[in-house]
């Protein structure tokens, strides 16, 4: 069992910058992939970025690439999303959630999940 805890959401202004944290219980985080996603009021949760469970693979979802950064220290157990010049667009409760596949995959494959923290982005 994994439980997953974020930090780090908070309201700024179009153009700034937020690092989400994400703490891991238990000794096996480093055997799992994690996965940042997001739910905006009224919309479906989607996918924002993924990292291997060394964390020498990251993926991300098109719309965040290049501003959006995913990075993982296992010797804390948590994963980061570093995030910078933020959109309104970008509001929504971010989650992070772990999976043991080790590659990119859908958010079915995803086994835990935090209980998600609000990032308001304000034009």
């Known amino acids: 069992q994994v439980q997953l805890v974020e930090s780090g959401g908070g309201l700024v202004q179009a153009g700034g910058s937020l690092r989400l944290s994400c703490v891991a219980s238990g000794r096996t985080f480093s055997t799992y992939a994690m996965g940042w996603f997001r739910q905006a009021p009224g919309k479906e949760r989607e996918f924002v970025a993924f990292i291997s469970p060394s964390g020498g693979s990251t993926y991300y979802a098109d719309s965040v690439k290049g501003p959006f950064t995913i990075s993982r220290d296992n010797a804390k157990n948590t994963v980061y999303l570093q995030m910078n010049s933020l959109k309104p667009e970008d509001t929504a409760v971010y989650y992070c959630?772990?999976?043991?596949?080790?590659?990119?995959?859908?958010?079915?494959?995803?086994?835990?999940w935090g209980q998600g923290t609000q990032v308001t982005v304000s034009s």
């Open positions: 959630a772990a999976t043991v596949t080790p590659h990119y995959s859908g958010m079915n494959e995803y086994d835990y």
